[in-house]
């Protein structure tokens, strides 16, 4: 199996994508993840495209995987808060109606590549002014397109969702899953790393 790469410092990603390979590197892509102005998903996977094609360049034969997340109200890409006060704005914003979260996954080597994207519909939990201090006041919202989590359990961030739940966590892994097995390699089942993904509405 030719080396894997994972094009992304998200912790998150790096913890989702060992549900499906044992062994990958990490090289933090350096593309600019600038907000996406026409269709989410379509933004999402030329993201993901550009960011493993920028370390693929530099690891001929390697199998790179890139990602990206954009979380969109219907009207607007919300990135990643350029501070507290945004982040506080994005999410009182965000509470209470449905959003979308388009994850766009993309695998390249050498001149091949393969993409794919996921979209899930989610829907915030109503949050006191003092529940989303609190939260912004942790970090965590600060590196988040959206400025949550849906991962946070101690933090009642999202109220529903319909669609993959590793997608909103920003690595969809049935979908990547699938792309891995068309570049000609062997990843796992996630469903036997992760509950959640037996029932998940992207398995196939």
Not at 185 to 203: F, G, H, K, N, Y
């Amino acid at each position: 199996m030719s080396r894997v790469i994972l094009a992304s410092g998200s912790p998150r990603r790096k913890e989702l994508l060992a549900a499906l390979i044992e062994h990958f590197d990490v090289v933090v892509s350096d593309v600019p993840e600038d907000p996406v102005t026409g269709d989410p998903a379509a933004g999402a996977v030329d993201l993901a495209r550009s960011k493993a094609r920028a370390v693929a360049d530099r690891y001929p034969g390697a199998t790179v995987i890139g990602a990206d997340t954009v979380v969109h109200d219907g009207s607007r890409d919300v990135g990643k808060p350029a501070g507290t006060d945004e982040a506080r704005e994005m999410l009182s914003a965000l509470q209470g109606r449905p959003h979308r979260v388009a994850t766009g996954v993309a695998v390249l080597r050498d001149a091949d590549e393969w993409t794919a994207s996921s979209i899930a519909r989610v829907i915030l939990a109503a949050m006191s002014a003092d529940t989303i201090d609190v939260y912004v006041a942790s970090g965590r919202p600060l590196d988040k397109a959206g400025a949550y989590a849906i991962q946070d359990d101690d933090v009642p961030t999202v109220a529903s969702f319909a669609g993959c739940y590793c997608s909103v966590m920003g690595l969809p892994l049935w979908a990547l899953r699938g792309l891995l097995v068309e570049a000609g390699l062997e990843p796992r089942d996630p469903s036997q790393c992760l509950a959640r993904c037996v029932s998940c509405p992207d398995r196939p």
